[in-house]
């Protein structure tokens, strides 16, 4: 069963319809009053906790104060939570704050990225690859395209995404370092700006399990931070990581760094789905690379960071400004991906769309649905609960959904009424 | 079962930046039906092509996807200006799009050589100046 950690609080939910229509697979409906989350359909991409004005949808994170436990807390901040803070001269400044609310070591994902990017150059080189190559960076497209694009699944890069490359590089470097230390004393940290890349760290892929031990919400974080940041105090910890490892956390900051132009970034959901379905129909340029964001502005848009996703970038970029191209490199003449950065995994293919098992069945279906639509108003209105008309249709032949539900149908003229009274 | 199932489209040829969605739309329906992926590809590919070429030539026309228990077909009916000489038009390359539609990468002459491609029969009925018919089909 796959863990979501997008969740409803059913107390504050009203039922107002507004992540019904926001929803981009149409996994949400409206019963009895209160939003209800189709759990196969659900891509943790977090678009219903943004547009939700009462709070009701949240992602679930652990709290840094319930893992106590581990002898050797390692913090590893994504490089979206560089772009939360206002006048950021250093990124110094983020790392020491990190070690004085309470963690012992602070190993950034960033530096992690800049070795993705040597090894998606790398790979773009082999033969034989599927390409585009879609980078398999953001959790919520991987997991889109292995439910609605399976097509697509041989042009996913089969490399790591940077947080697990993190959790693995300080592991080894906290065992290396701390002899003392037993694996289970290690806790790794991810500090997350999304909800999907908690779904991720949870459930692992195919038979993937993730390095990381805790995930907690960069919104937590961010709070307890700006107490303890400070400008003055000169910080003991040094940042290793350059312009590129930065720039992971926006849109096109990964497609940049390879180094070759033909690419394309695109970010938001919608654009996501665009985009995948032009490189399935093949009407697309020639690409070498492609670059998606389920978030609006890459990881910066976040649903679990504090600041703008546009005025994080641009703040990302005063702190980029006087780093080094690139800290991290592969040694010379490295001509090979390591073993352990590849993985292959992913969840199996479920037509979650088809009606039924038997293809008689879902013609049947098919047939009773249009004929049901055509009866309907037409206007999505989504006061029976399902996000469209046809939605509804394909609800009431599913038998999730009564016909009654439809308030339009059911509201007598509004001419008859005033001729009543 | 001898049934089959018609999607219709109207396709407008008065809004280019519309072309494509039909496609999408066959895509959405043919899942739900739980056809193949391979098999959605080679008619979503067809499809769109067709769509294409219905409002860059022909001011739009009609689309159905017929869904039957061994194939699908795509029947794509215009009033269009009609093809001149179909060998030439299904040759690679060949394309009388003008620049502006080409101007936005269509028109590079692969339109109707990847609906034969994708599909396993094709016919193309063609009166100048009465419009074109096509027939494709995808055999399950």
Redesign the interface.
């Known amino acids: 069963m796959y863990k979501h950690s997008v969740e409803l609080d059913v107390s504050k939910c009203t039922g107002c319809t507004t992540c019904l229509r926001h929803c981009p697979t149409e996994a949400i409906r409206i019963r009895d009053g209160h939003a209800v989350i189709n759990e196969d359909r659900c891509i943790d991409c977090g678009e219903c906790i943004r547009v939700c004005p009462n709070n009701a949808k949240k992602a679930m994170c652990s709290k840094f104060e319930h893992y106590q436990d581990y002898k050797w807390k390692i913090a590893l901040p994504a490089p979206s939570l560089y772009g939360q803070f206002d006048n950021l001269e250093d990124v110094d400044t983020v790392l020491q704050g990190l070690l004085d609310i309470g963690f012992d070591d602070v190993f950034e994902v960033a530096k992690a990225a800049e070795y993705a990017t040597e090894y998606t150059r790398l790979y773009l080189k082999s033969e034989g690859i599927k390409k585009p190559v879609i980078s398999s960076a953001c959790p919520v497209v991987v997991r889109l395209i292995s439910l609605?694009y399976?097509?697509l699944r041989d042009n996913l890069m089969p490399i790591l995404p940077p947080i697990e490359i993190a959790a693995k590089m300080a592991r080894k470097k906290a065992l290396e370092e701390h002899p003392e230390f037993k694996e289970s004393d290690i806790g790794l940290f991810f500090i997350s700006p999304c909800p999907g890349k908690v779904s991720y760290i949870r459930n692992g892929f195919g038979d993937y399990k993730s390095e990381i031990d805790v995930v907690i919400s960069l919104k937590d974080v961010y709070f307890k931070l700006i107490g303890a940041m400070k400008k003055d105090n000169s910080p003991a910890i040094a940042s290793e990581t350059g312009m590129i490892g930065v720039g992971w956390a926006s849109s096109g900051g990964e497609s940049s760094a390879i180094l070759n132009d033909d690419y394309l970034a695109a970010d938001g959901i919608e654009n996501v789905n665009k985009v995948l379905?032009a490189i399935?129909?093949?009407?697309i340029?020639q690409l070498e690379f492609v670059e998606l964001n389920a978030c609006t502005g890459g990881c910066v848009g976040g649903v679990m960071t504090i600041e703008n996703p546009f005025i994080a970038r641009t703040r990302l970029h005063s702190v980029r400004r006087y780093l080094p191209v690139s800290v991290n490199r592969l040694p010379k003449g490295t001509h090979y991906i390591p073993e352990n950065v590849l993985s292959y995994e992913l969840p199996e293919?479920t037509?979650i769309?088809?009606?039924?098992?038997s293809?008689?069945e879902?013609?049947?279906?098919?047939?009773e649905?249009?004929e049901i639509k055509g009866t309907l108003p037409g206007i999505d209105c989504g006061a029976c609960g399902s996000p469209t008309c046809k939605a509804f249709a394909?609800d009431i032949v599913r038998g999730q959904a009564d016909i009654s539900l439809c308030r339009v149908m059911n509201c007598s003229p509004k001419g008859e009424e005033e001729n009543d009274s | 079962m001898s049934e089959s199932l018609t999607f219709h489209f109207d396709v407008d040829g008065e809004d280019f930046t519309s072309a494509g969605q039909a496609s999408v739309q066959v895509k959405k329906n043919l899942r739900r039906l739980g056809i193949s992926p391979e098999i959605i590809r080679q008619v979503s590919i067809a499809m769109y092509e067709g769509e294409i070429n219905m409002v860059i030539h022909a001011g739009g026309g009609k689309a159905d996807v017929v869904v039957s228990e061994d194939k699908i077909e795509i029947i794509l009916v215009d009033k269009g200006p009609g093809i001149a000489d179909i060998d030439l038009a299904m040759q690679e390359g060949f394309s009388t799009a003008t620049d502006s539609v080409r101007s936005l990468g269509f028109g590079a002459g692969m339109g109707l050589p990847n609906m034969k491609r994708y599909t396993d029969e094709m016919t193309i009925d063609s009166v100048v100046g009465e419009g074109t018919t096509i027939k494709m089909v995808v055999n399950l």
């Open positions: 609605r399976p097509y379905d399935e129909n093949g009407n340029p293919y037509p769309a088809r009606l039924s098992k293809f008689s879902s013609m049947r279906m098919m047939a649905i249009q394909e």
